[in-house]
Each structure stands twice: as structure tokens, then as C-alpha cells.
């Protein structure tokens, strides 16, 4: 069964840190472009980062530049998003989702073949 699952979501205080996890099973990620994408209540769901199947390719959205960090293990089948400086307003379930041979990843939803399940992240005090 193919699969992606998230973790590394919880409860954090404004300024600081979290690291998620997308863990791929049944299937490797060595030749997929990975977005993460993140929807909070009542809001539509949103591309935050992403990254090329090659490693090198990454985007990120203007609201979390300088704050998260997206990067791939592909020995471990996993990628990351390293998030810093977390603010109330990233709040949010994310999701992680994978994109056959795409070097030059986007944050069009139709690009990706494969979502996870979602984490959840709250950022409050």
C-alpha cells in the first residue's frame, strides 16, 4: 500500500521550534518532488514548501521564508520541514504529498499523486 505519513506535530509557544516528518511506505520517494501544504479552520489549503525530486529544486511561501526549512533524507525515505520562529497564524493541520519526477516543483494541488493524512501544529501561548 502506498503511503505517506506525517508526525512531528503538537503544541508550541509562539517563537518556537518544530520539526515534521513525511515518511513514505510502499513506495520510494527518491523520484518524487515533495510539497507540504497546510489548511487552518475555515481557510483553504495552501502550499507552504517544497522541494524537487533531485534535492536541489525548493519553494517556499513569502509567509514562512526565513522561518522553515524543507529537506529530504532520501536514505530514510523521509523529508522534513524544520520550523522556527513559529507564530499563532501557522496554526494550521499540514500535509505532506509527493509528485512523480518533478525537479521543478510548484504548489499546484494537481501536481501531486500521493497526500498524507496531515499533522496537527498549534501555535499558542
Known amino acids: 500500500q502506498l503511503q505517506l505519513v506525517e508526525s512531528g506535530g503538537g503544541l508550541v509557544q509562539p517563537g518556537g521550534s518544530l520539526r515534521l516528518s513525511c515518511a513514505a511506505s510502499?513506495?520510494?520517494?527518491?523520484?518524487?518532488?515533495i510539497g507540504w501544504f497546510r489548511q487552518a479552520p475555515g481557510k483553504e489549503r495552501e502550499g507552504v514548501s517544497c522541494?524537487?525530486?533531485?534535492?536541489?529544486?525548493?519553494n517556499y511561501a513569502d509567509s514562512v521564508k526565513g522561518r522553515f526549512t524543507i529537506s529530504r533524507d532520501n536514505a530514510k525515505n523521509t523529508v522534513y520541514l524544520q520550523m522556527n520562529s513559529l507564530k499563532p497564524e501557522d496554526t494550521a493541520v499540514y500535509y505532506c504529498?509527493?509528485?512523480?519526477?518533478?525537479?521543478?516543483?510548484?504548489?499546484?494541488?494537481?501536481?501531486?499523486?500521493?497526500w498524507g493524512q496531515g499533522t496537527q501544529v498549534t501555535v499558542s501561548s
Open positions: 510502499g513506495f520510494t520517494l527518491v523520484y518524487y518532488a
Open positions: 522541494i524537487g525530486s533531485n534535492g536541489v529544486n525548493t
Open positions: 504529498a509527493a509528485a512523480y519526477g518533478t525537479s521543478w516543483p510548484s504548489f499546484s494541488f494537481y501536481e501531486y499523486d500521493y
